[in-house]
């Protein structure tokens, strides 16, 4: 069993940047493949962005792709989303999950645990 927890949401005026930060309990985050996902009020819950367990893979949706990067620090059993040149359609919680087998994958019922959620608001 693996606990997450995100941090480093907010508020930002479009154009500005956050970064989210996700920590994990247990022995194995190395092992784990990592995503973030998104909500906004009245949509499904999307696929962001997502990372192998060795952090040599990623994968992007379009709509994110050069103004959000994920990384991970396994010695530090963190999962980092870095999110420049935000735009108001960017405005959801924000979760981390992990994925046992290994790698990112951009499928929901593919991830074995989720954080609770951070907010991420984006004014215009």
């Known amino acids: 069993q693996v606990q997450l927890v995100e941090s480093g949401g907010g508020l930002v005026q479009a154009g500005g940047s956050l970064r989210l930060s996700c920590t994990a309990s247990g022995r194995t985050f190395s092992s784990y493949g990592m995503g973030w996902f998104r909500q906004a009020p009245g949509k499904e819950r999307e696929f962001v962005t997502a990372?192998?367990?060795?952090?040599?893979?990623?994968y992007y949706v379009r709509s994110v792709k050069g103004r959000f990067t994920i990384s991970r620090d396994n010695e530090k059993k963190t999962l980092y989303l870095q999110m420049n040149s935000l735009k108001p359609e960017d405005t959801a919680v924000y979760y981390c999950?992990?994925?046992?087998?290994?790698?990112?994958?951009?499928?929901?019922?593919?991830?074995?645990?989720w954080g609770q959620g951070t907010q991420v608001t984006v004014s215009s």
């Open positions: 999950a992990a994925n046992a087998r290994g790698y990112g994958s951009s499928r929901r019922d593919e991830y074995d645990y």
């Open positions: 990372i192998s367990r060795s952090g040599d893979s990623t």
